[in-house]
């Protein structure tokens, strides 16, 4: 049974370091790998999402690496805002022939100090 | 505005009382999905569809009905809420199998 961890589970950070979240999961056979975002009170929304195919992905700040041999992925984000505080969570799909059923880990809940 | 909606957003209700939870997208995604977050446990999948009339379990679908009439709307279905169901609960979609999901505001749920 697949299973995902994120450590720290809180990791509080003075404005402007750059900073890195991570993701590991049991099984290395997945379909791909997803970061959210989550904010108090609020849904999910969709940082990155990295096939199982690809090493990285990046939008703007955020730059997100998938190593599925080790089962770790890492969630780079640079020069970090206080706006960046929010619940980061990953999540992976099964194989192919699962490929809908997602798996979270607990998130790992950012707060940037201005 | 392609989004994903859930109604109600807050729900108090008691045990036994059978309710609907509401979901609805705009985008014409094929998959939809249904989730319960709880603390310390994170997020669990509870059910799934690939399309109309095709659903499947997720990790925790007991206790939870689903049905998949047309392809907006996902309904989550409890016949009679225990209050170990009381939970905040997330709807998502995506186009494609395995593709990026977007997920709804939440309903969360009390069952006293």
């Known amino acids: 049974k697949q299973e995902v961890t994120q450590i720290p589970a809180a990791l509080s950070v003075p404005e402007g370091e750059n900073l890195v979240l991570n993701c590991s999961f049991t099984?290395?056979?997945?379909?791909?790998l997803q970061w959210f975002r989550q904010d108090p009170g609020k849904g999910l929304t969709s940082l990155l999402l990295i096939q199982s195919s690809q090493r990285e992905q990046t939008s703007g700040r955020l730059n997100a690496s998938l190593d599925k041999s080790s089962g770790r992925s890492t969630l780079y984000i640079a020069a970090s805002q206080p706006g960046d505080s929010a619940t980061y969570l990953c999540?992976?799909?099964?194989?192919?022939?699962?490929?809908?059923?997602?798996?979270f880990g607990q998130g790992t809940r950012l707060t940037i100090n201005p | 505005e392609a989004q994903v909606t859930q109604n109600p957003r807050y729900l108090i209700t008691v045990t036994g009382k059978k309710l609907t939870v509401t979901c609805s997208q705009n985008?014409?995604?094929?998959?939809m999905s249904w989730y319960r977050q709880d603390p310390g446990l994170g997020l669990r999948q509870i059910y799934y569809s690939m399309n109309v009339e095709v659903t499947d379990k997720g990790d925790v679908p007991e206790g939870y009905k689903v049905s998949r009439k047309e392809k907006r709307n996902f309904p989550l279905i409890l016949e009679s809420p225990s209050p170990n169901q009381t939970s905040l609960y997330f709807c998502?979609?995506?186009?494609?199998?395995?593709?990026?999901?977007?997920f709804g505001p939440g309903t969360r749920l009390t069952v006293l």
């Open positions: 099984d290395s056979a997945i379909y791909n």
């Open positions: 999540a992976v799909s099964g194989h192919i022939q699962g490929a809908q059923k997602l798996v």
């Open positions: 985008m014409n995604h094929e998959y």
């Open positions: 998502a979609s995506s186009l494609r199998q395995g593709g990026e999901q977007f």
